[in-house]
């Protein structure tokens, strides 16, 4: 008989582990029938459960996030693969971060669940079967991956699309082959460097500050940023665009601390390798900015590489 697959579930929390407690809905462990679902699903799996918290999303920190990929990565040896739980809200981010902290040294999937456990349309018990089937495929090997509502995405690449509906991490890269979730984000946009030398302290990372700034119609950003900056991400519209106001301003404080364009747009991506607006890239460049090295991130996971890319003491821009 050949040798069980072992898979270690790491729980974070979210919305896939709320239970109602006086009419709350709080974050716990998540329920020990359902895992028992998860494990009756594939008798040649060994699954063990570690419960690493039990947390909304929008409360984890970077630091914890280092912490779990340390965590992950000290038992790669013992396991065919990871599946972390966590919520929605975030899950995204969470991702990205360990997309950039693992660097390719383990399998790992990441799920949750739009829906409650309480909810009759709960999605939590399909998400985690798709995670434990996914992290299996030779395709995952050494990728973070995200297994929500039917769908396969790239931790590069996922973005959380509605609030509510169950396809809310439907893929935004096309191809060619809609049965076959694994796509090609990965080979678009390569591995971002070496993992973060033993995943950062996390009291360190935990104290960079990093505001994202929103331009609009009128915006002025300059009184947005605090003084305890250690660097910012500006979410602009459509390809960078910044009024000339706000370029003047910001290259004063872009000289002082590193400051990140990205576009606010949904599916944000841009051409890393040419200038549409022929000189515009440039010229922003030109004042300080970082554009190129960020296409194609939202502002939210565009702040996790400006962290751990950039400002970790040691650290070189990727």
Same mark, same amino acid.
């Given at each position: 008989? *050949?040798?069980?697959?072992?898979?270690?579930?790491?729980?974070?929390?979210?919305?896939?582990?709320?239970?109602?407690?006086?009419?709350?809905?709080?974050?716990?462990?998540?329920?020990?029938?359902?895992l028992?679902? &998860?494990?009756? !699903?594939?008798? !040649?799996?060994?699954?063990?459960?570690?419960?690493f918290?039990?947390?909304?999303?929008?409360?984890?920190?970077?630091?914890?996030?280092?912490?779990?990929?340390?965590? %992950?990565?000290?038992?790669?040896?013992?396991?065919?693969?990871?599946v972390?739980?966590?919520?929605?809200?975030?899950?995204?981010?969470? #991702?990205?971060?360990?997309?950039?902290?693992?660097?390719?040294? %383990?399998?790992? $999937?990441?799920?949750?669940?739009l829906?409650?456990?309480?909810?009759? *349309? =709960?999605?939590?018990?399909?998400?985690?079967?798709?995670?434990?089937?996914? &992290?299996?495929?030779?395709?995952?090997?050494?990728?973070?991956? @995200?297994?929500l509502g039917?769908?396969?995405?790239?931790? +590069?690449?996922?973005?959380?699309?509605?609030?509510?509906?169950l396809?809310?991490?439907?893929?935004?890269?096309?191809?060619?082959?809609?049965?076959?979730?694994? /796509?090609? #984000?990965?080979?678009?946009?390569?591995?971002?460097?070496?993992? $973060?030398?033993?995943?950062?302290?996390?009291? @360190?990372?935990?104290?960079?500050?990093?505001?994202? %700034?929103?331009?609009? &119609?009128?915006?002025?950003?300059?009184?947005?940023?605090p003084a305890?900056?250690?660097?910012? &991400? @500006?979410?602009c519209?459509?390809? =960078?665009?910044?009024?000339?106001?706000?370029?003047?301003a910001?290259?004063? @404080?872009a000289?002082r601390?590193p400051?990140?364009?990205?576009?606010?747009?949904?599916?944000?991506?841009?051409?890393?390798?040419?200038?549409?607006?022929?000189?515009?890239? +440039?010229?922003?460049?030109?004042? /300080? =900015?970082?554009?190129?090295?960020f !296409?194609?991130?939202?502002p939210?996971?565009?702040?996790?590489?400006?962290?751990?890319?950039?400002?970790?003491?040691?650290? $070189?821009?990727?």
């Amino acid at each position: 008989m *050949s040798e069980r697959h072992r898979i270690l579930v790491v729980t974070l929390g979210g919305t896939i582990a709320l239970r109602l407690t006086d009419g709350r809905a709080q974050a716990t462990a998540l329920d020990a029938e359902l895992l028992s679902a &998860v494990r009756a !699903a594939n008798t !040649a799996v060994s699954v063990d459960v570690h419960e690493f918290c039990a947390l909304d999303s929008v409360d984890l920190t970077l630091g914890q996030l280092c912490e779990l990929a340390a965590f %992950l990565a000290s038992r790669r040896e013992r396991y065919d693969g990871f599946v972390v739980s966590t919520g929605t809200d975030t899950l995204e981010e969470v #991702a990205y971060a360990l997309h950039l902290l693992l660097d390719g040294q %383990l399998s790992l $999937v990441v799920t949750g669940a739009l829906r409650p456990p309480y909810a009759e *349309s =709960f999605d939590g018990l399909d998400n985690l079967r798709l995670a434990q089937r996914t &992290v299996l495929d030779k395709r995952a090997s050494g990728r973070v991956l @995200v297994a929500l509502g039917g769908s396969i995405v790239d931790a +590069r690449s996922v973005t959380k699309a509605s609030a509510f509906r169950l396809d809310a991490f439907a893929p935004i890269y096309s191809n060619g082959d809609a049965t076959d979730g694994f /796509g090609t #984000a990965t080979e678009q946009h390569p591995n971002e460097g070496s993992a $973060v030398q033993q995943y950062a302290d996390p009291a @360190v990372v935990d104290r960079i500050v990093v505001p994202i %700034l929103h331009a609009s &119609v009128g915006s002025e950003l300059l009184p947005s940023i605090p003084a305890t900056a250690d660097g910012c &991400v @500006v979410a602009c519209p459509g390809g =960078f665009s910044m009024s000339a106001r706000n370029v003047e301003a910001l290259a004063d @404080v872009a000289a002082r601390i590193p400051i990140a364009l990205v576009s606010r747009c949904l599916h944000g991506e841009f051409p890393a390798d040419e200038d549409p607006y022929p000189g515009y890239l +440039r010229a922003l460049e030109g004042n /300080g =900015f970082l554009i190129r090295q960020f !296409a194609g991130l939202s502002p939210q996971k565009a702040r996790v590489k400006l962290i751990l890319r950039t400002l970790l003491p040691g650290r $070189v821009a990727a």
